[in-house]
């Protein structure tokens, strides 16, 4: 198996414009989790999935971030507008029983 | 704050010293699992401990969850300059969220 799959691997943009964020999850794996990391946050989760449906989205910062799995092998993390602060890692990772998770390679994200 | 606090934060070691670094929260976890990243890429699942007391050995590393699930520790032996990384725990509490420590940044000097 190829593992998760996230790009793209590195992005920069502009302040206020949109981001999409993409990821495939391993074959098989019922859960989907979207993460962000930044030096002084550590790893945070942002919202995960369960059979492409979202189950807990609390860790979403905002209205400007919003996550989508129309099908159990790919899903989305888009942010509109971005802004500097949202400048982080974002990863991406499945798993069988939700709590043994694999992790994709990440995307990093700079907005200037 | 940190569900789960871990420590040291920062840890830099000659190679082949022994280490422990730990794990603990004042909730009780039904299972905790350890992670490492190394620059570049993301976390990769080292184990998981889902009983109190449970010593899990993986070649140098020995993971211990406390008898209380409530904390749990790693410990290196002979430390190698590949065991340098990022150490994350995580865990699920009793409300049934997922959450990860801040981890421990291991550096083994040649």
């Known amino acids: 198996d190829a593992g998760v799959i996230q790009s793209p691997r590195h992005e920069v943009t502009e302040m206020g414009q949109e981001v999409t964020l993409r990821c495939k999850p391993i074959?098989?794996?019922?859960?989907l989790f979207w993460y962000r990391q930044t030096m002084m946050r550590g790893l945070e989760l942002l919202i995960y999935?369960?059979?492409?449906?979202?189950?807990?989205d609390s860790g979403m910062p905002e209205d400007r971030f919003s996550a989508k799995m129309p099908n159990a092998s790919f899903s989305t993390l888009k942010i509109q507008p971005s802004e500097p602060r949202d400048s982080a890692v974002y990863f991406c990772a499945s798993s069988l029983d939700r709590n043994e998770q694999f992790f994709g390679p990440g995307t990093r994200l700079t907005v200037l | 704050t940190q569900l789960l606090e871990q420590s040291p934060q920062f840890l830099s070691i000659q190679e082949g010293e022994n280490l422990t670094v730990y794990c603990n929260s004042s909730?009780?976890?039904?299972?905790l699992q350890w992670y490492r990243q190394e620059p570049g890429e993301g976390p990769v699942l080292l184990v998981t401990v889902v009983t109190g007391g449970e010593v899990k050995k993986l070649k140098r590393l020995t993971f211990q969850f406390g008898d209380a699930r409530k904390d749990s520790s790693l410990h290196i032996t002979a430390a190698q300059p590949g065991d340098t990384g990022l150490y994350l725990c995580a865990g699920d509490d009793n409300n049934n969220d997922m959450r990860f420590g801040a981890g421990t940044r291991l550096t083994v000097k040649p």
């Open positions: 909730s009780v976890f039904s299972s």
């Open positions: 999935f369960n059979n492409n449906v979202p189950i807990d």
């Open positions: 074959s098989g794996h019922d859960y």
